[in-house]
């Protein structure tokens, strides 16, 4: 379902959406009515540019630097996705790093409950259980430089699944779904364009341009991410 060609609408699952068309500004506003509104840190920059509309530069800057860019949204209940959900984005990224990362929830020194990265020039997908056990799965599809590419990461309760422009990504997994059907939930915020690393220092940065980001509370399906 759509309210423009290409952008979402919200629907009765969808637990965050950010458009990214203000602009300007430090906000990041959540199309929902649940007020997960991002405010976006460093050097991230607003460009007209973006796959619909406006969007949001990230610069790839990681550690200490005051300028890394990040959109960072305090932490809620509704987005401990412990079990079913679609977390999806489109991406442009400008440069290849080691880790570049999309959308994360949590920190390396408490282990992230979820997110959606690349590492080495492929995206994935990973989770923690709350035994600590990690669950992913890795793209056979490769990053495109300077090329929009649809990323989504769904959970039924049964399989993880990676999507990359609408393709099923197959099952290259490091472990299988936890028996009880749930993810681990933290305390922690949930970052897009990079993640909390250790002391709350961000790493993981993104370099190139995220738009459409939509996190649901069940697990979609390709016909539903309007590509």
């Not at 309210?3 to 990214?20: G, K, R, S």
């Not at 649940?34 to 530069?57: C, E």
């Not at 800057?61 to 079990?83: C, F, G, I, K, R």
């Not at 409950?113 to 492929?122: E, M």
Request: net charge negative; charged share 15%.
């Amino acid at each position: 379902v759509r309210f423009a060609p290409e952008e979402y609408q919200v629907d009765n699952n969808t637990v965050a959406l950010y458009h990214f068309n203000e602009g300007s500004g430090t906000s990041a506003k959540d199309a929902t009515l649940n007020r997960h509104d991002g405010l976006i840190l460093g050097g991230s920059q607003w460009t007209q540019k973006g796959k619909f509309n406006s969007a949001i530069i990230f610069n790839g800057l990681n550690d200490s630097s005051p300028q890394v860019s990040v959109v960072e949204v305090q932490d809620a209940p509704s987005l401990d996705l412990t079990n079913n959900f679609t977390i999806e984005a489109w991406v442009r990224p400008s440069q290849l790093l080691d880790h570049d990362a999309i959308i994360c929830k949590g920190q390396a020194s408490g282990h992230a409950a979820y997110c959606l990265d690349a590492l080495s020039g492929r995206y994935r997908f990973f989770a923690f259980d709350s035994n600590l056990n990690v669950y992913g799965i890795n793209s056979l599809a490769v990053q495109q430089i300077n090329t929009w590419q649809h990323v989504a990461a769904t959970f039924d309760g049964n399989e993880i699944r990676l999507y990359i422009d609408g393709v099923s990504q197959g099952n290259i997994t490091f472990g299988a779904p936890p028996l009880n059907g749930q993810f681990m939930a933290n305390n922690e915020s949930l970052t897009i364009g990079a993640r909390k690393g250790f002391q709350n220092v961000y790493d993981w940065a993104f370099n190139g341009t995220i738009d459409e980001v939509r996190i649901s509370d069940r697990a979609r399906q390709p016909s539903e991410f309007n590509l």
